[in-house]
C-alpha cells in the first residue's frame, strides 16, 4: 500500500525556514504528480505547491516566492523549502501523490510560527 510519510515540520519563528520531506513507499514515482497542501484549524485544506513528473510546479498565490518545491524519484521523495515564514503559514501540512487516478495521502506534519 502506498503511504506518504511527512516530517521536518516544527516551531519557527516568524521570518524562519523550514524544509518538509516526503517519502512515499511506493514502487515507482514514475509519472506521478506530487504536492504539498496545507489545513489550518477551522479551515478547509488549501493547495500550497505542486510539482508533476515533467518538473512544472504550480504554487498558490500567498507563496509570494518565499517557497520552492523539488523532488528527487530515486529517492521517492519530495521536499517544500519555506523561508519567510509568517504566522498565517501556520498549518498541518499534507503530502499527497497522483499517479493514474489515485490520490495518496500522508498524515501531516505540524507547522507552527509563533514568536
Known amino acids: 500500500q502506498v503511504q506518504p510519510v511527512e516530517s521536518g515540520g516544527g516551531l519557527v519563528q516568524p521570518g524562519g525556514a523550514l524544509r518538509l520531506s516526503c517519502t512515499a513507499t511506493?514502487?515507482?514515482?514514475?509519472?506521478?504528480?506530487m504536492g504539498w497542501y496545507r489545513q489550518a484549524p477551522g479551515k478547509q485544506r488549501e493547495l500550497v505547491a505542486t510539482?508533476?513528473?515533467?518538473?512544472?510546479?504550480i504554487f498558490a498565490d500567498f507563496v509570494k516566492g518565499r517557497f520552492t518545491i523539488s523532488r528527487d524519484d530515486a529517492k521517492k521523495s519530495v521536499y517544500l523549502q519555506m523561508v519567510g515564514l509568517q504566522f498565517e503559514d501556520t498549518a498541518v501540512y499534507y503530502c499527497?501523490?497522483?499517479?493514474?487516478?489515485?490520490?495518496?495521502w500522508g498524515k501531516g506534519t505540524q507547522v507552527t510560527v509563533s514568536s
Open positions: 511506493m514502487n515507482t514515482l514514475n509519472l506521478a504528480d
Open positions: 510539482i508533476n513528473s515533467g518538473g512544472d510546479r
Open positions: 499527497k501523490i497522483t499517479q493514474g487516478m489515485m490520490d495518496y
